[in-house]
């Protein structure tokens, strides 16, 4: 289960890239469908041959049921062909009847035969090269340690040797848990601990991220909490907290708080609220604080909402996970004894960007040995709640001893002391290094442009011509749009790193919907989106009704469609009826299905039983995929999205609904960069935020946009004065550290004159980073603008033979 998320990862990794995955899912359908039979439906569409014609079932000859129970007909695609004449259609007892078959198959062949666990080959290496300082870290005794390391100075490689070398003097390899700030992370390093110690060992060590380590033990001893949240609770993503402060927003205000809803955005409560859990608030002891803003007193409300709504649907959010955790150690003492006893040594990597909540469950966790490693110049979440003093309370909490990694095998010098020159004028530093970089003489590029298209187009004539890997590092994601396109024009292969990017599509919203109202029955905000999703002649009254009669029953909206009553509309309530019962029998078949059937020779496509079946049989039985791809816009680019999410769903068992949900509601941005080992072609660019950077390394860096609105950013400063201001300053400049130590032999940072911001050109002033750089660590080059945009052509490639403006690249 662990390399799981790990396939998870690299599909949707492979999902943003310019280039989709192609899988033959339509053979996989029709192999999971019963033997073909031929049935004479005209090509027409499926409303229009319903309600016009009769016909007979496949199964058992008889004649289908008329217009109203049209219903009961269930197309099911064979031979993986589109064509309508290719559908054959069931009664209702029939493909209730095909449903039990498939399910008894699937147990039957399950009892047979034991599916065929692949043995791995195991590629062993040896160990890793340290230097002194690395070599005074991993083996430093078990007390209490901070290791300061600074970027490119070997961190991964030194948490590896460290765990190895616990294992190595003899402490049991269960024993030791290394907690990391990304999925990625964890791969990684649990990758290197294959390939360094004993595979048995290396899958005995439980390596993960604080959220995914948490989630496990509340799911696992959640009856331990004192709490309202029972087993089996739903996890909130992001999009889904959004989605239901929006929700909370949209109820009635109370008698003298008066708003308008259209003026809150949902996002910002959203954040707002998250602050608050981070800072150890819940909603009724926030709301014992006196406020003086109205902002305030609204977050209150909705904050109080939000909870109650999350327990009645029995749902726990992203920062619940941490905070629950904290409260189930520090409450349940047998619950903290037996993981304080599972776990005798802590590693934490990334430490100064754990939050307050965090830092909490490693002191419960804490026993024996607990060693972290940070950099606080590398220091970029506290807009999310990140401590920076977590690393004083640290030090002061546990004694530690202080050790440093100072030697860069990642950048040349030049840009790795144009880079500390910038960290250098941060107001607050603390564990200030030396860093000693790889030899070389290449300084950073500060090129001013025109505007926004130059800066792209610029950023496209050194991708063409850059060799190896390249990086455009950018503080928005909407800065990425214009350099695509350019990149696009210039035929260069690029991937955009964007995880969300992907899972914020409609039409995936929608699968997931399904799949969480399968999960979690009691999920309104997934009932909504799907109701009526293909459409079911369920309108926003027939809704709003449902929400009424749900809210008497106290069931949630999912059981007050399967018994649906008047005021709902008559036609509705029976499209309901219909909606729920599928859900019913998927649910049954889901839950009876804990091992995909091993393949037959020559079987394409997801295993039956595997959750990617699952998902295309949810969607073939929901009437979802015939909606999805005949009756929507761009129905084939949709399709082929839902298909990439199938393939993230291949490695779980359909009975694993619950794990592949959790996977998903944990995957984030900075996720989506996992290595390129397993590309054929890997792309030679790739564009992403410098947050989601962190961690990786390239030939050439590109920073666009290095301005005053953008790095800094607005928002990170807005509203903002005296030691507030300077401390989001601060972790601005850290921001464009990170982004400057990614690059190994060459950097750029581009700036444009003018931009185009909310459709309007506005002159945009360096950023004051910029002035950081001291001259003899930077080459400026400024390029003119275009003659007119008739000549831009020919400009481009004159500018193109410049080779003083493209020096370095
Ligand atoms: N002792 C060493 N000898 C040679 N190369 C090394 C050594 N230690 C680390 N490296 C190399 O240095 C590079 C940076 O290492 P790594 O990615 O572990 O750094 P890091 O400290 O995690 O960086 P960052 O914090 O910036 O993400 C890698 O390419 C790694 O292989």
Known sequence: ASRRPRAVLRAAKKSTSAEPLTTNFEAAAASVVAKPQRLPLPAKTRKTVAFNQQYLCAGCGCLLPPEHEIDHIVPVALNGSDALSNLQALCKPCHQQKTRDQRHTILDAVKKEPPVVE??????????????????????????????????????????????????????????????????????????????????????????????????????????????????????????????????????PPVGLGWDKSEIKPARVQSAISSLKNAGFDASSYADLTKEGYGDRIVSRVFDLYEKTLQQRNAVDFDDMLSLTARLLEHSPATRAKYAGRWKHVLVDEFQDTNGVQYDVLKLLASDSVFVVGDSDQAIYGWRGADYENQQRYDDDFGARLLKLERNYRSAQPILSAASAVVESTTRRRDALSLEGREGSLVPSIVELEDQDDEARWIADVCVRAEGDVAVLYRTNAQSRAVERELLKAGVSYQLLHAKGFFERKEIRDVLAYLRLLAYPKDDDAFERVANVPPRAVGPRSLERLRVQALEGGEGMLHAAANAKSPVPARAASNLKVFTDALDELRELQQATSTPIPAEEGHAGPLVGSMAWFLLEVLARTGYEHYLRHESVDGADRWRNVRELANLAAPYAAGELVEFLDTLALVQDQDMAADDTEEKTPPKVRLMTVHASKGLEFQTVIIAGCEEGLLPHYYATADKDGEELAQAVDEERRLLYVAMTRAKESLALTRARTRLTWGVSRQMEASRFLDEIPADLRRDVRVAAPPSSSRRRRWSSSRRRSDGMLAGF
């Open 119 to 252: 043995e791995k080959e195991v590629k062993r290496v040896p160990p890793l090269k340290l230097n002194d300082q690395q070599r005074a870290a991993v083996e430093a005794s078990t007390e209490p340690i901070r290791v300061v390391a600074g970027p490119g100075t070997g961190k991964t490689r030194v948490l590896t040797r460290r765990v190895a070398h616990l294992v190595e003097s003899g402490a049991r390899a269960s024993s030791v848990l290394a907690l990391t700030f990304t999925n990625r992370a964890a791969n990684e390093l649990r990758e290197r601990l294959e390939e360094e110690i004993n595979p048995q060992d290396a899958s005995s060590i439980s390596v993960g991220t604080f959220h995914r380590v948490c989630l496990t033990m509340l799911r696992d001893d959640v009856e331990a909490l004192e709490s309202p949240i029972k087993r089996g609770f739903a996890v909130y993503d992001q999009a889904a907290m959004i989605k239901l402060c929006g929700r909370c927003i949209a109820e009635k």
